[in-house]
T-cell receptor, first 114, second 115 residues
Framework: AQKVTQAQTEISVVEKEDVTLDCVYE???????LFWYKQPPSGELVFLIR??????QNEISGRYSWNFQKSTSSFNFTITASQVVDSAVYFC???????????FGTGTRLKVLA | NAGVTQTPKFQVLKTGQSMTLQCAQD?????MSWYRQDPGMGLRLIHY???????DQGEVPNGYNVSRSTTEDFPLRLLSAAPSQTSVYFC??????????????FGPGTRLLVL
């Protein structure tokens, strides 16, 4: 089965705290792609990162970092020193070569309180 | 480039009415798709198209029709709206020539309320 699970429905943190959003995926394929998207209160979907299954290096982009672990089928997203502007719904998604279909998780709503 | 555009931004329908949600992209993208977003359910694929004249069903196609007469446009039709179709609809596209796993570009969304 192909599935993406974001078990955290909603997380609240106080500004400047670090927060990790979990993403666990299920697949039998050896080649696949993982994504994170951000949906701020304005509603649009903003692309954050794409990772293929052969690249297990962690990625850092400013305050954002991603930890890809094939051994646990996880692709977790950490925001360091969170800010109010990070408040959004974050989606993890899975895709494959030869198909344009994405499988989305149900999303995690992050609330960063001032 | 305007990217992926959707109209209208918001629409209220009565049960049984029909309407078309418009989606256009000016990036010459080959693949286009429609998703619906409902609380607690993430984004679910309704229909998709891999090129002009080619469409196929996604995960939740019932109640929706699509066509792809041009590369640029991919309208979504609701023939007889039902309250269960109240949702936020997103159109997305992927560049030409991909082999899968490419980044999708999303439109701003259309919020639909069916009374």
């Amino acid at each position: 089965a192909q599935k993406v699970t974001q078990a955290q429905t909603e997380i609240s943190v106080v500004e400047k705290e670090d927060v990790t959003l979990d993403c666990v995926y299920e697949t039998r394929d050896t080649t696949y792609y993982l994504f994170w998207y951000k949906q701020p209160p304005s509603g649009e979907l903003v692309f954050l990162i794409r990772r293929n299954s052969f690249d297990e290096q962690n990625e850092i982009s400013g305050r954002y970092s991603w930890n890809f672990q094939k051994s646990t089928s996880s692709f977790n997203f950490t925001i360091t020193a969170s800010q109010v502007v990070d408040s959004a719904v974050y989606f993890c998604a899975l895709s494959y070569p030869g198909t344009y279909k994405y499988i989305f998780g149900t999303g995690t709503r992050l609330k960063v309180l001032a | 480039n305007a990217g992926v555009t959707q109209t209208p931004k918001f629409q209220v329908l009565k049960t049984g009415q029909s309407m078309t949600l418009q989606c256009a992209q000016d990036m010459n993208h080959e693949y286009m798709s429609w998703y619906r977003q409902d609380p607690g359910m993430g984004l679910r694929l309704i229909h998709y198209s891999v090129g002009a004249g080619i469409t196929d069903q996604g995960e939740v196609p019932n109640g929706y029709n699509v066509s792809r007469s041009t590369t640029e446009d991919f309208p979504l039709r609701l023939l007889s709206a039902a309250p269960s179709q109240t949702s936020v609809y997103f159109c997305a596209s992927i560049p030409r020539g991909g082999t899968g796993g490419e980044t999708q570009y999303f439109g701003p969304g259309t919020r639909l309320l069916v009374l």
